[in-house]
T-cell receptor, first 115, second 112 residues
Framework: GAGVSQSPSNKVTEKGKDVELRCDPISGHTALYWYRQSLGQGLEFLIY????????KSGLPSDRFSAERTGGSVSTLTIQRTQQEDSAVYLCASSLVGGTYYEQYFGPGTRLTVT | SQQGEEDPQALSIQEGENATMNCSYKTSINNLQWYRQNSGRGLVHLILIRSNEREKHSGRLRVTLDTSKKSSSLLITASRAADTASYFCATEGGGSNYKLTFGKGTLLTVNP
């Protein structure tokens, strides 16, 4: 079946603009995760959704970052007033349920470049 | 913050040779997983080893886990050029039962 998809694959934006990144998880997966990969920080956890609620937002780096999930499916990560340090690859993953031993399936990522 | 540290940071071998990558971590874990990433995108899950397991095999992959030393190793036998990629260990645990904490990765290059 279809894997996790993300759009856009690449996004170039000017500093100060807002961006929205989209994630379509595998159908039937109730848990969804956002991670960020950058040269300086490696792979970092951002936020976890179980259904439409986000019990763990601890990885969001600032209040400029927000995410939502609707219908227990699609998720959108929004970055307001982008800064150059936001440049990174944003990865989304989903799993059947959230919990130990459930494999997380990753999407191809969105490469964000802030100029 | 990074939990795992892979060693070495980069490894270059010839096709047919074995490749060994190591990972160390700091806190207690539920499980440890290894992922492969090609061309800086798309992580692919390779293998998961639970905290009460010591060794696990999957095809040409062998993973060991030593919880007393807080370390793991990934062995790829009979390497192929297609194995060229970055390899990451990721731990789950430390109070969370879903959040993966990744190491910085080992860049493996397999020369034909």
């Amino acid at each position: 079946g279809a894997g996790v998809s993300q759009s856009p694959s690449n996004k170039v934006t000017e500093k100060g603009k807002d961006v929205e990144l989209r994630c379509d998880p595998i159908s039937g997966h109730t848990a969804l995760y956002w991670y960020r990969q950058s040269l300086g920080q490696g792979l970092e956890f951002l936020i976890y959704f179980q259904g439409n609620s986000a019990p763990d937002k601890s990885g969001l780096p600032s209040d400029r970052f927000s995410a939502e999930r609707t219908g227990g499916s699609v998720s959108t990560l929004t970055i307001q007033r982008t800064q150059q340090e936001d440049s990174a690859v944003y990865l989304c993953a989903s799993s059947l349920v959230g919990g130990t031993y459930y494999e997380q399936y990753f999407g191809p990522g969105t490469r964000l470049t802030v100029t | 913050s990074q939990q795992g540290e892979e060693d070495p940071q980069a490894l270059s071998i010839q096709e047919g040779e074995n490749a060994t990558m190591n990972c160390s971590y700091k806190t207690s874990i539920n499980n440890l997983q290894w992922y492969r990433q090609n061309s800086g995108r798309g992580l692919v899950h390779l293998i998961l080893i639970r905290s009460n397991e010591r060794e696990k095999h999957s095809g040409r992959l062998r993973v060991t886990l030593d919880t007393s030393k807080k370390s793991s190793s990934l062995l790829i036998t009979a390497s192929r050029a297609a194995d060229t990629a970055s390899y990451f260990c990721a731990t789950e645990g430390g109070g969370s039962n879903y959040k993966l904490t990744f190491g910085k990765g080992t860049l493996l290059t397999v020369n034909p």
